[in-house]
């Protein structure tokens, strides 16, 4: 009968101990685990503030691209998932429908307030200045020029981290 080996064994992106009993030999039971911890960060790799706040960053200018003629949806789902996805994906018929669209100046991240990543799911809430026109008919609806504070939920989704909701704080 083979050695019973008792591991403690630390599952990255879930963040608790989980004890595994095997009856495999010690050196078997390293590459089984270094097997399965790759699989691990494979499906939820690790999100950086940086790389969090670069994907709000890209997304602020990609709006100019999907909210403007020709509405870009596949840059769209490039960065969205979720309910931003459905949501936007109703705005953009919204503005095709009544002849409107949107003109962006600045769009710039000031600060990055707060992040927490866990697996495949994180939060970044970062102040956010937008400079935003508004057209329908060709004419000027509406401009607003202001900071926000803004809550992203992001996710890991088909290879990516996406942005799958927001919500504004203040």
């Given at each position: 009968?083979?050695?019973?080996?008792?591991?403690?064994?630390?599952?990255?992106?879930?963040?608790?101990?989980?004890?595994?009993?095997?009856?495999?030999?010690?050196?078997?039971?390293?590459?089984?685990?270094?097997?399965?911890?790759?699989?691990?960060?494979?499906?939820?790799?690790?999100?950086?503030?940086?790389?969090?706040?670069?994907?709000?960053?890209?997304?602020?200018?990609?709006?100019?691209?999907?909210f403007?003629?020709?509405?870009?949806?596949?840059?769209?789902?490039?960065?969205?998932?979720?309910?931003?996805?459905?949501?936007?994906?109703?705005?953009?018929?919204?503005?095709?429908?009544?002849?409107?669209?949107?003109?962006y100046?600045?769009?710039?991240?000031?600060?990055v307030?707060?992040?927490?990543?866990?697996?495949?799911?994180?939060?970044?809430?970062?102040?956010?200045?937008?400079?935003?026109?508004?057209?329908?008919?060709?004419?000027?609806?509406?401009?607003?020029?202001?900071?926000?504070?803004?809550?992203?939920?992001?996710?890991?989704?088909?290879?990516?981290?996406?942005?799958?909701?927001?919500?504004?704080?203040?």
């Amino acid at each position: 009968m083979k050695p019973i080996i008792f591991a403690l064994t630390l599952l990255l992106p879930l963040v608790w101990t989980e004890p595994i009993f095997a009856e495999t030999s010690p050196r078997q039971h390293r590459q089984d685990l270094t097997c399965q911890n790759s699989i691990l960060l494979a499906q939820n790799p690790a999100l950086t503030l940086g790389e969090a706040a670069d994907l709000v960053s890209e997304w602020l200018t990609a709006k100019s691209r999907i909210f403007a003629p020709p509405f870009d949806r596949r840059t769209l789902e490039q960065f969205t998932t979720g309910v931003l996805y459905r949501d936007t994906l109703k705005a953009i018929d919204f503005l095709i429908e009544n002849d409107a669209y949107y003109e962006y100046g600045v769009q710039k991240v000031e600060t990055v307030e707060r992040f927490a990543a866990s697996g495949n799911k994180a939060t970044i809430e970062v102040r956010v200045t937008e400079d935003t026109t508004f057209y329908q008919n060709g004419q000027v609806k509406d401009s607003d020029f202001n900071t926000k504070r803004v809550r992203y939920k992001l996710e890991y989704w088909d290879g990516i981290w996406k942005i799958a909701d927001f919500q504004v704080v203040d």
